[in-house]
């Protein structure tokens, strides 16, 4: 570090004034404005400085007035052998203090010797110095490490609360938060510890038990608002699906007012600019119909992957009115076909002129003859290019219309297919209606009346062979119940009672633990057949 000398004049007048010149080695005025002469490794945090080459009548004061001018002095240590160590306040203070170093001082007689009293100051390392220097790194280490930590707590996620130990009272609270659903999530975590801890024993299993209880009713809780959401969000897509179909309405819309435009007897009024700007607006339109008829018809295709084999007869509605789209668009495309052939045969009558125009311009003598034939071979060169890009958007629509053909072949062909299944179902049913097994006879003269009836009968049958000794009617309905909260205990015995092969009625008990119990009997039928 060197330190800069804002008025070098006033530096030399000040050591000029305490008696003290700047001379070289060779006795030559050093300049205030030059470096301090080398000295050796600054020690870290030094404050003291090596002052030598003291005059041998030089004394403490002498030495004060000298160097205060460099900043506070703390302390002076003055040798015998005219060198001293002086410590400062602020390190900033050493480095003002070398720059005295090379000064000759004079005091009383100047027929003294030429190189008496010249300074030499350089950097001392004091104990002191080292042991504040330090202190302060500590210090600073300690500023540094606590900062780190407080950024570390900013930024390190909440620890979750504590969960609190096992006890009868805690858990009567968390079996009412278990009921309560804004606050079941918390208790199910309270609940999940419990038992990773192994806090379940025999005397607190009865408690466990019931908090599970309670954490499974809000099973049926979980899977409503599951079938809620995706009611939800099948409303949502069907609401997009049908704002999509009314913007590719509006844009066939648009579509078809840029091809009725462009149409002979409307494009021939309009001039080059307005033809230019109504087919690049023509084209953008087209562009961004099909990208939402393709989204659509990706929405569409989504929907019939996730359709499962009872949901093909409702798409044959949908199906017709894609025909019917595509019979529109079909059509559409016809139109712009027409249009463009139109067109294609307005720029040959312009390129017919052209050519005439030219002819007419080689015969006559004109001045400017040659300038004409070049603007008239440009405007053919550009008129055919033209005429080009319209024939290949003609060859464009036309593989697009054979395309649309094709879907259309497509989907007549599908439809066919669904009546040829429908048919071959019915057939089957009829078949199976008339065939001569002994059993079918007789489930189909049996008093089943609907195909409910007969999902009944297989349940209670089901039900009935896992209880060998029969089961009451209020038993059989309770467990009807949990499947069907609309089945009825009359309509369920009148069943039974008309399938007497199939169901028995029994009395088991005697006097006042009497009581009629069903017990199912169709393998007794099937042995007797």
Known sequence: MTLPISDPTAWATAMNNLG??????????????????????????????????????????????MFEQCGEIIAIRKSKKNFCHIRFAEEYMVDKALYLSGYRIRLGSSTDKKDTGRLHVDFAQARDDLYEWECKQRMLAREERHRR??????????????????????????????????????????????????????????????????????????VNEKA??????????????????????????????????????????FTKAQRKNISVWCKQAEEIRNIHNDELMGIRREEEMEMSDDEIEETTETKETEESALVSQAEALKEENDSLRWQLDAYRNEVELLKQEQGKALREDDPNKEQQLKLLQQALQGMQQHLLKVQDEYKRKEAELEKIKNDKLQVEKML??????ESCASRLCSSSQDSDYPLEKTLNSSPIKSEREALLVGIISTFLHVHPFGASIEYICSYLHRLDNKICTSDVECLMSRLQHTFKQEMTGVGASLEKRWKFCGFEGLKLT
Not at 247 to 269: P, R, T
């Open 20 to 65: 003290m010149a700047p001379m070289g080695i060779a006795g030559q005025p050093i300049l205030p404005d030059l470096p301090p002469p080398a000295t050796r490794e600054r020690p870290p945090g030094c404050k003291t400085v090596f002052v030598g080459g003291l005059p041998e009548n030089g004394t403490e004061q002498i030495i004060v007035e």
């Open 149 to 222: 930590r407080m950024e570390e707590e900013r930024l390190r996620p909440p620890s979750p609360p504590p969960v609190v130990h096992y006890s009868d009272h805690e858990c009567s609270i968390v079996a009412e938060k278990l009921k309560d659903d804004s606050k079941f999530s918390e208790a199910v975590q309270t609940l999940l510890t419990w038992i990773e801890r192994g806090e379940v024993n025999r005397r607190s299993a009865n408690n466990f038990y019931s908090m599970i209880q309670s954490a499974n009713s809000h099973v049926r809780r979980l």
């Open 228 to 269: 809620a959401h995706e009611k939800d969000m099948e409303e949502a897509k069907e609401k997009f699906k049908q704002a999509l179909s009314g913007i590719l309405v509006q844009f066939e819309q648009i579509v078809a007012v840029y091809h009725s435009a462009s149409k002979q007897k409307a494009w021939d009024h």
């Open 416 to 421: 066919e297919n669904l009546k040829e299944k």
